[in-house]
Nanobody, 115 residues
Framework: QVQLVESGGGLVQPGGSLRLSCAVSGRIFSSAAMGWYRQAPGEQRELVAV???????NYADSVKGLFIISRDNAKNTLYLQMNNLKPEDTAMYYC?????????WGQGTQLTVSS
């Protein structure tokens, strides 16, 4: 069974930076397409960024040039570097893995951007 565990959320002032991590158990991480999604209260979950097994990336327009998704296959870990954070980035951030028959989610980590 695959498990995804996010960490790194917290309270950040506007303009600040933060890095989220997602540790993935199992042996299929390197073959998986990974993504970060977020969901604000009362809103639908939305895609933030994805990275393929080959390292190609794609971002939501709202975070292009501000967020960077990356992966370390040796550590089975996905990252999201978030820069110049804004109050509208406040949300629960979820890690997602798609590989073979798996479509798995983590439990989420909360980011709050506020002064």
């Amino acid at each position: 069974q695959v498990q995804l565990v996010e960490s790194g959320g917290g309270l950040v002032q506007p303009g600040g930076s933060l890095r989220l991590s997602c540790a993935v158990s199992g042996r299929i991480f390197s073959s998986a397409a990974m993504g970060w999604y977020r969901q604000a209260p009362g809103e639908q979950r939305e895609l933030v960024a994805v990275i393929t097994s080959g390292g190609s990336t794609n971002y939501a327009d709202s975070v292009k040039g501000l967020f960077i998704i990356s992966r370390d296959n040796a550590k089975n870990t996905l990252y999201l570097q978030m820069n110049n954070l804004k109050p509208e980035d406040t949300a629960m951030y979820y890690c997602n893995m798609k590989a073979f028959a798996f479509n798995s989610w983590g439990q989420g980590t909360q980011l709050t951007v506020s002064s």
